[in-house]
């Protein structure tokens, strides 16, 4: 695709120490079929040899700008890509993995036909040498092939950030962002923060954006290649940085007054307490009385507890841990917790699952 009088495209690509699979991932941004690109690659801190791989690229691809900068994580990665971006248009891109051959073309296409703010693809699954093609969430209610706006948007859809309801795609990547709704999102909120843990960026920075578009749009086509793998398996030792998000996702619906994300929110708080408690247990991190003021210090000292008091006094019935955390019974929690661990963590699938991951990361 010729690139006259095309509008220009920021990829912005956070990178830490990924040498193993940056020379894939530049080569799917620098072989696009759509040639209008501005390619911010931000080297965040690298130890490995992964600026010098930039680095020769950049002398062959002069659409490659590079942020050097010292470590402080891909939330600010991520922002000072945004910062050097001058693009019509913003992609995000993560360094271990690529960008179908046509993905820009593709999203590109749909604003030009649609005039949208935001377009999301489909994507790939890559674990190792086996690719899963055209990869759909079922469980996604977000339709392809129709604009949704405002005020349907932000009605209908925006209870996604609240717990886990699938009704939009939470990642960052495999969409295209018009630039000005991400600079207008950046100037009137906290669009990134440093205190989200690895697992949550995405997350963050689409419900803080979320409320600013205008309409999106999902294309059925595959536009992004993941990576399958990581640290999500096995004690995760983020998980209490977690409790962050739901302070701010509180603050969210408050501020909105999005009364229906009230419930999913209160209902994922409850399945967090109780999986982060069950695998201190399950992995002997601590011992009965630290999990249990875990548990005291987290029901005890935040107000979200008052809140989901409330939640509970509506319900028709209560489950098991329902009733515990409801009556404050910490040593009912933990057995509770003690025996949902060993459900968790000690099934075959579990294990199975872990070992994969294991071998494809």
């Not at 967090?272 to 002997?284: C, D, E, G, N, R």
């Amino acid at each position: 695709m010729k690139s006259d009088s095309l509008p220009l495209v920021s990829i912005i690509v956070p990178l830490y120490n990924q040498e193993r699979y940056l020379r894939a991932c530049l080569r799917s941004v620098c072989r696009q079929t759509y040639k209008n690109l501005e390619i911010i690659i931000v080297n965040d801190g690298s130890t490995d040899r992964s600026l010098q791989i930039v680095h020769d690229w950049a002398s062959r691809d002069e659409r490659i700008k590079i942020v050097d900068k010292e470590n402080e994580g891909l939330a600010y990665a991520r922002r000072d890509g945004l910062l050097a971006a001058t693009g019509d248009f913003v992609s995000f891109l993560d360094s271990d993995d690529m960008m179908t051959h046509r993905s820009i073309e593709l999203m590109m296409s749909a604003v030009k036909n649609n005039g949208v703010d935001l377009v999301m693809g489909m994507y790939d699954n890559v674990a190792g040498n086996i690719t899963t093609h055209r990869k759909v969430d079922k469980l996604c209610l977000f339709p392809c092939g129709r604009v949704i706006s405002q005020p349907e948007l932000f009605d209908k859809y925006y209870v996604n950030f609240f717990g886990s309801i699938r009704m939009f795609p939470i990642n960052a990547w495999g969409k295209l962002y018009r630039k000005r709704i991400l600079d207008k999102a950046y100037r009137e909120t906290e669009l990134f923060s440093p205190n989200i843990p690895f697992m949550g960026e995405d997350l963050y920075l689409n419900m803080k954006v979320f409320p600013f578009l205008n309409s999106a749009y999902r294309i059925d086509a595959s536009v992004y290649k993941y990576r399958y793998g990581g640290g999500t398996f096995g004690f995760n030792k983020d998980y209490p940085m977690m409790s962050f998000l739901f302070d701010r996702r509180l603050e969210l619906l408050d501020n909105y007054n999005y009364t229906q994300g009230y419930v999913p929110l209160f209902e994922q708080y409850e399945a967090f307490l109780y999986h982060h408690a069950s695998q201190l247990i399950y992995f002997k991190k601590s011992n009965k009385q630290e999990v249990i003021s875990f548990l005291r210090q987290e029901l005890e000292n935040r107000n979200i507890l008052h809140r989901i008091k409330e939640f509970f006094a509506q319900k028709d019935s209560l489950s098991e841990g329902d009733r515990l955390l409801l009556n404050m019974d910490y040593e009912g929690m933990y057995s509770y917790c003690e025996a949902l661990g060993k459900t968790i963590f000690g099934s075959l699938k579990y294990k199975v699952i872990g070992l994969l991951v294991k071998a494809f990361s």
